[in-house]
């Protein structure tokens, strides 16, 4: 199986609180169709419960699960700027058709400030999904955002996915068709 890291900012409302939901449940796609020849990125309930004990395993008693900002973790090497943790985090649940949360979150002062002046409103998260399947595997640590690139509600991740399919945003060269003579005229 192959595996791929994929950036992914959720657009759901971060408050200074514990709880912070990191993944949706179901099938979605990034508002840019990644990730792209078809796929969609997925959890079902028992994967995503997989999930969940696989990083509580993994950040209980070691290193914490990272919260940084606009994924300068990421970033640090290229920029030569410092990668501050702006929360931490040890404990997931899954919850049943809702989706991965992080339930012990400690943010900083800092990012509590931010939070609460509404500077910052998005978690994306890093997250590792198979490439044949879309099934997301594991997260890396995860990120504050202004500009998320997953709309979460479901009636908008329909019309993307029917809008995806439409004009597949990895194939930059559409096939003829009544609409793409309209879009062509617009």
Avoid: C
């Amino acid at each position: 199986k192959k595996t791929v890291i994929a950036l992914l900012a959720a657009a759901l409302g971060v408050q200074a609180s514990a709880d912070v939901r990191l993944l949706p449940a179901g099938e979605f796609l990034g508002r840019d169709g990644r990730p792209g020849n078809g796929m969609a990125w997925k959890v079902n309930d028992a994967q995503g419960r997989a999930l969940a004990a696989k990083l509580n395993a993994s950040h209980q008693g070691g290193v914490s699960f990272q919260f940084d900002y606009e994924h300068q973790s990421m970033l640090a090497e290229q920029n030569g700027l410092p990668a501050a943790a702006w929360g931490w985090a040890t404990t997931f649940e899954w919850r049943d058709g809702d989706g991965l949360y992080a339930t012990d979150v400690k943010w900083t002062a800092r990012a509590k400030e931010m939070i609460e002046a509404d500077e910052y409103r998005y978690i994306s998260p890093v997250h590792v999904f198979d490439k044949k399947t879309g099934v997301i595997t594991d997260l890396h640590n995860a990120a504050l955002v202004g500009r998320p690139a997953l709309d979460q509600y479901p009636a908008t991740q329909q019309r993307i996915a029917q809008l995806n399919a439409e004009f597949p945003a990895t194939n930059p060269q559409l096939e003829p068709s009544p609409m793409n003579e309209l879009l062509k005229a617009l």
